[in-house]
């Protein structure tokens, strides 16, 4: 039965796949039982009872599963006997791809679109369009040791074997735990584990927050932890919260809490990757209250990709659990979720993700070396997966403070995917804008002076950047240090953005990452 990522994709066409990952089912529903016939070659039966959560007669699931057994499936969890005919599924189990460990299955709770009423509390998410960013911007380097906070059913744990010796998974809820012991399991030959001895690569840990790993350190930590800013009440208790995307704290404190002390779990040099929300208060700037949560001494790269007003953020995650099924409770959380907001004055709140970077060990007789702030808002579509250009623009930035001093003597060149676009008025000598736009990675545009235009436009590796300013500072009589060194400050931010890159002595994993 090939019920693959492909095979489910092949079984009932792309327009219904697209249907499904928005949580509508009826056009894969209409092909299921449109070819439900075609034999136990097809995964028409899988599709149907844990992609569609529809009823599969027992003849049809007997003929799918011929060696598990639909009673098998009972025994394992998977599925249910409705009656003398027809089985439903416990469970929502669905095919899933990486490029580390090829095709897996992956075992969740049901969502909302599979089942009548609110979600249970303790549900436990599958495979959302959060753990695939994540999964998307993580950086992939090798590491020994890696932590996964906030592990759900467990698909960074998934991708983080791939490239590290050793995961530790964590999280609160001890039915999110058990479903990643039984994926991993499931998926142990994929992911190259012993059944018999998971620990000997994995760690599965309960508790809250870095509770479970306090006093240890690691390579790499990547958290989808939940952000969901949800308004407290008066006597409240942990039975009446999602614990998989509400962590029980007042407003965005888990996002704060999280960029503060997660650093602290580091190894010199090591790195965190977090998804998370953020509070914007009115008359303010989105990035004010985020970067002041980045400590002193670590590289801090937040990355905003949606900003919501609190009304359709409400909306969005009282739909999330089926909470909008139940029209009283619905107004009632409804209004909650504005009160809340308007208590600390929010006028929008904003998503996306945070890199943090723990400074590498200092070196004797050597300053510390400039800390890396960048917030930027991209709301566009990036090339997927952008990890790649995250990691080379951490090494372009290495590359920028090691070289901070000897720029001038560096050469460099434009990046092949970027291109040039001027705009003039018809008739007009010069053009009025003239912009760089990249064609991969973050896909950035970018406004260019006029010296700036002609500083890249020679930028072909041979001259030195000291060089071609002082040629521009004679053309446009302005040879003064003052030109240059704006200039060059100027040039310095289209090396980090990726514009331009170091024509030799740059860092080799940079021109690997861009396919130079």
């Not at 079984?11 to 219904?16: S, V």
């Not at 060149?413 to 705009?423: G, I, L, M, Q, Y």
């Not at 302005?478 to 931010?493: G, I, S, Y």
């Amino acid at each position: 039965m090939n019920y693959t990522v492909d095979g489910v994709a092949e079984l009932i066409g792309i327009d219904a796949w697209e249907a499904l990952e928005k949580g509508q089912l009826i056009p894969a529903l209409l092909a299921c039982t449109q070819r439900g016939a075609m034999g136990s070659e097809q995964p028409s039966a899988a599709v149907l009872l844990w992609m569609l959560s529809g009823t599969v007669p027992d003849a049809q699931l007997s003929a799918a599963f011929p060696l598990t057994t639909p009673a098998g499936l009972d025994t394992l969890g998977l599925a249910a006997q409705i009656d003398a005919q027809g089985w439903r599924a416990a469970v929502d189990l669905r095919p899933y791809s990486s490029d580390a460990s090829g095709e897996m299955w992956v075992a969740s709770d049901l969502g909302q679109h599979q089942r009548p009423g609110v979600l249970r509390r303790d549900h436990v998410l599958g495979i959302g369009q959060a753990s695939l960013t994540l999964a998307q911007l993580t950086i992939r380097s090798a590491v020994d040791r890696a932590l996964d906070l906030g592990v759900g059913c467990g698909i960074q744990t998934f991708h983080l074997l791939g490239h590290a010796q050793h995961v530790t998974a964590t999280d609160l809820s001890a039915r999110a735990l058990a479903f990643t012991r039984f994926n991993l399991l499931l998926n142990a030959r994929r992911l190259r584990l012993d059944p018999a001895d998971l620990g000997n690569r994995v760690a599965l840990r309960q508790g809250s927050l870095l509770d479970p790993v306090a006093g240890e350190t690691f390579d790499l930590a990547v958290s989808n932890p939940p952000f969901v800013i949800t308004p407290r009440w008066e006597g409240e208790t942990a039975d009446r919260q999602f614990t998989y995307r509400d962590g029980g704290l007042p407003g965005d404190d888990i996002v704060s809490t999280l960029m503060k002390e997660l650093p602290g779990v580091l190894t010199p040099g090591g790195t965190a990757q977090l998804l998370g929300n953020w509070e914007i208060p009115v008359g303010r700037h989105w990035h004010e209250r985020v970067e002041s949560w980045i400590p002193a001494a670590v590289d801090g790269w937040v990355l905003q990709r949606e900003q919501l007003t609190p009304a359709a953020y409400a909306q969005t995650w009282l739909r999330d659990a089926a909470e909008t099924r139940d029209p009283q409770w619905f107004a009632e959380r409804y209004a909650a979720y504005l009160e809340d907001f308007a208590s600390r004055d929010v006028e929008s709140i904003g998503f996306g993700s945070v890199l943090l970077r723990a400074q590498a060990t200092p070196v004797a007789g050597k300053p510390a070396p400039e800390v890396l702030r960048r917030c930027e808002e991209v709301i566009h579509a990036l090339e997927q997966p952008i990890a790649p250009h995250i990691a080379a623009a951490l090494d372009r930035y290495d590359w920028s403070v090691a070289h901070a001093n000897e720029l001038p003597e560096q050469c460099l060149v434009v990046a092949d995917d970027v291109t040039e676009e001027r705009h003039q008025r018809p008739g007009a000598e010069h053009p009025g804008v003239i912009l760089l736009r990249q064609g991969a990675g973050f896909r950035r545009t970018t406004l260019l002076s006029t010296e700036l235009a002609g500083f890249v436009s020679a930028c072909d590796g041979e001259l030195s950047a000291g060089q071609i300013a002082m040629a521009l500072g004679a053309l446009l009589g302005q040879d003064d240090n003052a030109f240059r060194t704006a200039l060059l400050a100027d040039v310095r931010e289209l090396i980090l953005d990726g514009f331009l890159i170091p024509a030799a002595d740059g860092p080799p994993e940079t021109d690997q990452l861009l396919g130079r």
